[in-house]
Nanobody, 123 residues
Framework: QVQLVDSGGGLVQAGDSLRLSCSAS????????MAWFRQAPGTEREFVAAITGSGRSTYYVDSVKGRFTISRDNNKNTLYLQMNSLKPEDTAVYYC????????????????WGQGTQVTVSS
């Protein structure tokens, strides 16, 4: 079992950067496939990025490739999302998610969720 706490959101201007963090409890963090999702008002929760337990492989939705970087520090039980060149369309609540299965891109497949952190990008 793992519990997740998201943080790092805020209000920024277009072109700025933010780094989100997701702190996990438990001793088996390195066994979890981790992901970031986001949800804007009136839309479905959208896959943003994911990373394998070892951190060797990462996956991104096309709209954030080259701007966002997902990473993890298994010694600190923490997942990160570095977001650069932010755009107004990146505005959403961002959630971290964890599951023991790898390669998941659908929000319905993930077992564990953070509470979400709001990211607002003004133009």
């Amino acid at each position: 079992q793992v519990q997740l706490v998201d943080s790092g959101g805020g209000l920024v201007q277009a072109g700025d950067s933010l780094r989100l963090s997701c702190s996990a409890s438990g001793r088996t963090f390195n066994l979890y496939f981790m992901a970031w999702f986001r949800q804007a008002p009136g839309t479905e929760r959208e896959f943003v990025a994911a990373i394998t337990g070892s951190g060797r492989s990462t996956y991104y939705v096309d709209s954030v490739k080259g701007r966002f970087t997902i990473s993890r520090d298994n010694n600190k039980n923490t997942l990160y999302l570095q977001m650069n060149s932010l755009k107004p369309e990146d505005t959403a609540v961002y959630y971290c998610a964890a599951d023991r299965r790898s390669g998941l891109r659908s929000s319905s497949q993930y077992e564990h969720w953070g509470q979400g952190t709001q990211v607002t990008v003004s133009s």
